[in-house]
């Protein structure tokens, strides 16, 4: 068998890194590309409420240990906290309300 060459005799087994390091660098374009097209959106952060409390003109409805209401300090009868809401909110374009509760209620 003299016509036989042994394929083992000429392999190499050293590992090509250029190709690897070449999709490196494609990859590293791509993402800098892409950080560049990046877009931001402005948004409208409220300002800080001051000295931990709701803003001024805000409606706080307070859930009192003894089972009572309070709107921004004025106590509510039971049968009147409906009306009463719905005649803070119908003027006010934003509805929103803080709810306050004791920490006596179970």
Avoid: C
């Amino acid at each position: 068998m003299a016509g036989m060459i042994s394929s083992t005799a000429g392999a190499n087994a050293e590992p090509n890194v250029i190709p690897m390091i070449d999709v490196l660098l494609v990859m590293l374009i791509i993402f800098m590309l892409l950080s560049a097209v990046r877009q931001v959106t402005p948004i409208q952060v409220p300002a800080p409420l001051v000295s931990g409390g709701p803003q001024t003109g805000a409606i706080v409805l307070e859930l009192r240990a003894d089972g009572t209401y309070a709107i921004n300090g004025r106590p509510v009868p039971d049968a009147a906290l409906e009306t009463t809401v719905e005649a803070i909110y119908a003027a006010r374009p934003a509805k929103l309300m803080f709810i306050r509760a004791s920490s006596d209620l179970t």
